[in-house]
């Protein structure tokens, strides 16, 4: 493939991203990059060492301990603290809020983002989150802001966790997205906004198909 691709992708919960990149990644053939794992893998070790989520001081002073690798394995990510295999412990709802909570410390962040720079430089990505277009990769050939409703999203958390055999109601997952987005849009430190330079995609209305065509098509464009 003679275009290097980097794509970032940034959008509120539930509004695709992780799905819809995994799918583009696969027609494109390049490596998907799932920012919010990473995230996710810290809060899971803050809770595992038993420091509250409040205590700014208490998760910083963990940082040292962490060491996270990402292997890609036939395009997938699976990521890896202090050497084991956490991809499939970090998606519950619990590890979610976490990884909110976590990723407004900006120490952090400054430690995973140098990561997923070096990832990006190496090889074609796209990459999904919430500052990837407007913090992690400001020079990104293609950045998509991707949203949906409110309730669309919600109900797409809801199936995707039910379908995983989680004990949820559609109100409790449709609180924790208001929670979240209010979380990730008000953070000091880089909010969940569109970059000046990202192209709207508003999902609500698209079948899985329709949206990977709609990511390729522009992306395409930019390459």
């Not at 799932?34 to 995230?39: I, K, L, N």
């Amino acid at each position: 493939m003679a275009e290097k691709y980097t794509i970032a992708v940034d959008g509120p919960v539930g509004a695709g991203k992780s799905t819809l990149a995994r799918l583009v990644a696969k027609k494109l053939n390049i490596i998907y990059v799932d920012t919010g794992a990473m995230y996710r893998a810290v809060g899971l070790y803050a809770i595992r060492n038993g420091v509250e989520l409040t205590d700014r001081t208490g998760i910083v002073a963990l940082l040292p301990q962490i060491e996270l690798d990402v292997k890609i394995v036939n395009n997938e990510q699976q990521v890896f603290l202090n050497g084991e295999d956490v991809t499939g412990l970090i998606r519950t709802p619990e590890i979610s809020m976490a990884a909110s909570v976590v990723s407004k410390i900006a120490e952090v962040r400054t430690k995973l983002v140098e990561l997923q720079r070096k990832l990006a430089d190496r090889v074609s990505v796209i990459m999904d989150g919430r500052d990837i277009g407007t913090v992690v990769l400001p020079n990104a050939s293609t950045k998509i802001y991707l949203t949906a409703s409110l309730d669309v999203r919600a109900k797409r958390r809801y199936n995707e966790l039910i379908t995983k055999g989680q004990d949820v109601t559609f109100e409790d997952v449709k609180a924790d997205i208001m929670k979240r987005d209010d979380n990730d849009m008000n953070r000091d430190v880089s909010p969940l906004r569109p970059a000046e330079d990202s192209v709207n995609l508003d999902t609500s209305d698209m079948t899985l198909d329709e949206a990977v065509d709609a990511i390729i098509r522009i992306a395409s464009e930019k390459a």
